[in-house]
Every structure is written in structure tokens, then in C-alpha cells.
Nanobody, 127 residues
Framework: QVQLVESGGELVQAGGSLRHSCVAS????????MGWFRQAPVKEREFVAG????????DYSDAVKGRFTIPKNNAKNTVYLQMNSLKSEDTAAYFC????????????????????WGQGTQVTVSS
């Protein structure tokens, strides 16, 4: 089993930055790909960013490309979501996810490809 624990939610002003973390524990070696998703009220959960633990493969949604990055620290089993130039439309609950599969490209954006999920934390961007 793999457990994913995310950092706490925050309130930030539009234009500001925020770094979200996700620490993985348990059978880490069973995971290949990490992803971030978000869900706003009355909307579907959507892909934000994804990357593999042991390669340079990274993908972003069009909504966040150029503003968000997904750095990692393998030694700490931690993946981050660095969010810059935040907008009010970035307000959502953010979820960390882990997949046992090595995902590339569009497959990173498919929720059903992920086996483990964090509890989700709220990010609110005030305008």
C-alpha cells in the first residue's frame, strides 16, 4: 500500500505563488508516476501536472502550462506543485496521485490510471 500526505491548504492573493507538497510512504517502489489533479466546486476533477520518478517525462494541462511546475525530491519521496502567477480560477481542492504504471503524455491525464490518492487540500486564490 502507498500513502500520500499533502501539505495544508492556503489562501493566497491573485498573482501570488504557492508550493504544495506530497510525501509518499509505504511501498514507494511500486509507483512510477506522480500526478496532481484539482477539483473546483460542481466541476469534474481535472489533471494539472504529472511526472515520473525516474525520468524527465513531465506533462502539464494547458490551463497551467508556463505557470506551474512539478519538481521532485526522490530522496524525500516528495513531489511538489509549484504554482506561480495564481489566478482566481485556480481555486480548487488539489489532489496528489500515484500510479504503478509508467505513464507518458496524455496517459498522465487519465484519472483511472492512478492507483493511490492523497486526501486533497484546498487552495483559494482571492482576487
Amino acid at each position: 500500500q502507498v500513502q500520500l500526505v499533502e501539505s495544508g491548504g492556503e489562501l493566497v492573493q491573485a498573482g501570488g505563488s504557492l508550493r504544495h507538497s506530497c510525501v509518499a510512504s509505504g511501498y514507494i517502489l511500486r509507483t512510477e508516476t506522480m500526478g496532481w489533479f484539482r477539483q473546483a466546486p460542481v466541476k469534474e476533477r481535472e489533471f494539472v501536472a504529472g511526472r515520473n520518478w525516474n525520468s524527465g517525462s513531465i506533462d502539464y494541462s494547458d490551463a497551467v502550462k508556463g505557470r506551474f511546475t512539478i519538481p521532485k525530491n526522490n530522496a524525500k519521496n516528495t513531489v511538489y506543485l509549484q504554482m506561480n502567477s495564481l489566478k482566481s480560477e485556480d481555486t480548487a481542492a488539489y489532489f496528489c496521485a500515484a500510479s504503478r504504471s509508467y505513464l507518458l503524455g496524455e496517459s498522465m491525464a487519465v484519472k483511472s490510471n492512478y492507483n493511490y490518492w492523497g486526501q486533497g487540500t484546498q487552495v483559494t486564490v482571492s482576487s
